[in-house]
């Protein structure tokens, strides 16, 4: 691991760290990722189908064109691919999406006590926003409105300004 | 190999009632001002999340510099640095009527294939040209390479207009210059608007 991260960025590193070991021990050619280009600005720059290089790095400024719909899907040797089929849709998307399928979500993006957690990650480096959205309904009526960051309560991405980039271009999801 | 996909893998189902986003790329040669034109839409539609307008002048005070928009969408730290685009991005604004997906694309001649992938993924776009410079080779290469992908509708924004004091007749002699351009190689709907984005 990459000790001269910044203290919350080495713990959100630890994930990255057990991705690469789970994708070794079992040789997958490919990672379907959650990711949003709306979450944070360093995935906006990504690709539908982001091949990885050796160790799993992502190199943001060497990356491969992509057109319309038409997706490479050659897997780099020795490495694999990341999968984003969600890259397009924004975080409102994903509740409308949410409601309309009647999903169950974990109880944590729910609020109580005037917190609700809006994103989450790891313990000890994810807090809750100040939020009254107690429902599903509730979270979308939020969205439709509110002009905090949806990643404003993980602390990796505020602590230095490119610590989010050293993170991604190792591997993080 | 290549896989093509005829469901709308990355469209989002759940918009099926609103009005379908609407996909604008920014081109145009490099420091034209295509970055600067976006971080001033979205600041001046309050789009800004919380926050950002305060993270963008931390970023240029660290590196000695004014206050530059543009450290909006240049997220890599290469792209500050340099104080150029290297990878296209992408950011939404919402209006009471429809999403409009904003598309940022690099403006130099080593990151063309970074354009062409922003250009491919958008239904209309605008070209900035600086009103100072005048046409130069990427705003050529870059209008070529939109009427190639099929974007027939092309807003043309005269830039800095403020750097030829306001001059209607620097404005037209840019437009003029662009307009026959886009004509020989068969783009037809185009508008022409004088700006002074920063």
Redesign the interface.
């Known amino acids: 691991m990459d000790d001269t991260l910044p203290p919350a960025s080495r713990f959100a590193a630890r994930k990255t760290l057990g991705l690469k070991e789970v994708t070794q021990k079992y040789g997958f050619t490919g990672i379907v990722a959650g990711i949003r280009r709306d979450e944070q600005p360093m995935r906006s720059k990504e690709r539908v189908f982001s091949p990885r290089g050796v160790d799993g790095a992502w190199d943001v400024q060497d990356q491969p064109p992509e057109f319309w719909g038409q997706y490479n899907t050659d897997v780099p040797p020795g490495s694999h691919l990341r999968v984003h089929p969600l890259l397009r849709w924004t975080e409102l998307d994903i509740w409308l999406y949410i409601r309309r399928e009647g999903i169950p979500v974990v109880p944590l993006y729910f609020a109580r006590d005037g917190k609700r957690y809006r994103s989450l990650g790891e313990i000890g480096i994810t807090f809750p926003i100040e939020s009254n959205a107690a429902s599903v309904d509730d979270i979308i009526a939020e969205l439709q409105t509110t002009r905090t960051e949806e990643r404003s309560g993980r602390a990796m991405d505020h602590e230095s300004e490119d610590a989010f980039e050293r993170l991604r271009a190792d591997g993080y999801m | 190999?290549?896989?093509?996909?005829n469901i709308p893998?990355?469209?989002?189902?759940?918009?099926a009632n609103a009005a379908e986003a609407l996909r604008i790329v920014i081109v145009g040669h490099v420091d034209h001002g295509k970055s600067s034109l976006i971080g001033r839409l979205l600041h001046d539609t309050?789009s800004?999340?919380?926050?950002?307008l305060a993270a963008i002048e931390?970023?240029c005070a660290?590196r000695g510099m004014p206050f530059e928009f543009a450290f909006l969408?240049d997220?890599?730290?290469?792209e500050?640095d340099q104080g150029v685009t290297?990878?296209?991005?992408?950011?939404?604004l919402?209006s009471a009527d429809r999403d409009i997906v904003i598309i940022d694309a690099p403006g130099h001649r080593e990151f063309l294939?970074?354009m062409?992938?922003g250009a491919?993924?958008s239904d209309a776009a605008v070209l900035v040209i600086d009103a100072v410079e005048g046409m130069r080779e990427q705003s050529r290469r870059h209008a070529y390479l939109l009427s190639l992908l099929g974007i027939g509708q092309i807003v043309v924004a005269v830039n800095k207009m403020d750097l030829v004091g306001y001059d209607r007749s620097r404005f037209e002699a840019v437009a003029q210059d662009c307009r026959s351009y886009l004509a020989r190689i068969g783009v037809a709907h185009e508008r022409f608007v004088p700006i002074s984005a920063r």
Do not use: C, D, W, Y
Not at chain 2, 1 to 5: A, D, N, P, R, T
Not at chain 2, 86 to 92: A, V
């Open positions: 190999m290549h896989l093509s996909f893998l990355s469209t989002p189902l759940t918009q309050g800004l999340p919380n926050g950002k931390a970023a660290k969408l997220a890599l730290q290469a500050r290297i990878e296209t991005s992408q950011i939404r919402r294939k970074n062409v992938t491919a993924q």
